[in-house]
């Protein structure tokens, strides 16, 4: 059964930055397109980047410039480089496939904006 674990968030004050991690329990998904997801209080759990096999990146148009995604596969590790952090961006990662598989969602990392 495949796991994936999210860690590195935290509170952080607006205009600072921060790298979450998301670590998989098996290389196999070293072929997959792999994504951030977060869902803030009250709202949807919505896309934020996704990175190909090969290295390919997209994102979402609210992190557009300020979020990086990038992936290790030696490592089994998704990175997202989150700079000039904004109060909007506080929210729960997620880390998963895309698109995403119920079974994988895991526990998430809490990313709190405020001064």
């Known amino acids: 059964q495949v796991q994936l674990v999210e860690s590195g968030g935290g509170l952080v004050q607006p205009g600072g930055s921060l790298r979450i991690s998301c670590v998989a329990s098996?290389?196999?998904?070293?072929?997959?397109?792999m994504g951030w997801y977060r869902q803030a209080p009250g709202k949807q759990r919505e896309f934020v980047a996704r990175i190909s096999s090969g290295g390919t990146t997209n994102y979402a148009d609210a992190v557009k410039g300020r979020f990086t995604i990038s992936r290790d596969n030696a490592k089994n590790t998704v990175y997202l480089q989150m700079n000039s952090l904004k109060p909007e961006d506080t929210a729960v990662y997620y880390c998963?496939?895309?698109?995403?598989?119920?079974?994988?969602w895991g526990q998430g990392t809490q990313v709190t904006v405020s001064s």
């Open positions: 098996t290389s196999t998904l070293s072929i997959y397109t």
């Open positions: 998963n496939v895309f698109p995403p598989l119920y079974e994988y």
